[in-house]
């Protein structure tokens, strides 16, 4: 199987390379997936320039946001599960609840991504991608879901007493700088 992986944060285009690997072999709790797209997003050009906030490790898988199918499963996982359409989660240890410190480690950062052909993952951090949706569209959603939880449950919640907000759509995503009207509801 072929890997990008990305010499170090802020190395740019330049530091991508491709690499030959052996296919994983899933142990307990993990599931390999059969990468089929995967989504760029600002994110992973902070981690190609260097200006991402969190941790990147040397030599990592990048891309955080991806979806596949489960080709094999390890121990203690449900074998239902192979042949299943999935999306690998941001933050793979982040179940629910509060964002926690130790939730910091994230795909295609501290923690190999997804632009791989296949990606070994704890299978409690994949999602079921819905029949109606394509592999390329769930694959623009799992950072996308991240970035609308911090916007209304952040440190500055859209969702406050007293706030309103406004929602612009065009297309399939949100845009500043959209043409459709506006509307201002109350939180």
Known sequence: MRSYHLSHSGAGLSGLTVREHDVPV??????LVAVRATSLSFRELMVLDGSYVLPVAPDV???SDGAGEVVAVGPGVDPARVGKRVAATLFPS?????FAVEHL???GGSLDGMLTEYALVDADSLVTVPAHL???EAATLPCVAVTAWNALTGADPVSAPGRRWSCRVRGACPSSRSSSPRRSVPA
């Open 134 to 136: 394509t592999y390329a």
């Open 105 to 107: 480690p994230q795909r």
């Open 61 to 63: 898988v990048p891309v």
């Open 26 to 31: 899933p142990g307990p709790g993990q599931a």
């Open 94 to 98: 982040w179940q629910d609840g509060p």
